[in-house]
């Protein structure tokens, strides 16, 4: 069974930037699509950004767009989001989300779509 687990999220600054993984056990990342998700106090969990199973497709929420970049390295059997330019409002728990389709060459952002969830990882940013 696939698990998931988030590291990397911390305290930054304004303008900061952090990486975040997903490292996964349990079975090959490679057949699923990648979503990270955030959710912050009082709010709904939104998705951030995907990438794909197949061709690697990325996806990104527009307040995101050109801040954020998501990766995958297949023989580590993990996925990055580098979050760069980070703002007060990307205070969130971070969340990765699996699913499993090797043939998929999109991505959503809809959070039911994904099966597999990992703990998620608290990202603050704060002067």
């Known amino acids: 069974q696939l698990q998931l687990v988030e590291s990397g999220g911390g305290l930054v600054q304004p303008g900061g930037s952090l990486r975040l993984s997903c490292a996964a056990s349990g079975s090959t990342l490679a057949n699923y699509a990648i979503g990270w998700f955030r959710q912050a106090p009082g709010k709904e969990r939104e998705g951030a950004s995907c990438?794909?199973?197949?061709?690697?497709?990325?996806n990104f929420i527009g307040s995101v767009k050109g801040r954020f970049t998501i990766s995958r390295d297949n023989a580590k059997n993990t996925v990055y989001l580098q979050m760069n330019s980070l703002k007060p409002e990307d205070t969130a728990v971070y969340y990765c989300?699996?699913?499993?389709?090797?043939?998929?060459?999109?991505?959503?952002?809809?959070?039911?779509?994904?099966?597999?969830w990992g703990q998620g990882t608290q990202v603050t940013v704060s002067s």
């Open positions: 990438i794909s199973s197949r061709f690697g497709t990325t």
């Open positions: 989300a699996a699913k499993r389709n090797p043939f998929l060459s999109i991505c959503t952002l809809v959070p039911v779509h994904y099966s597999d």
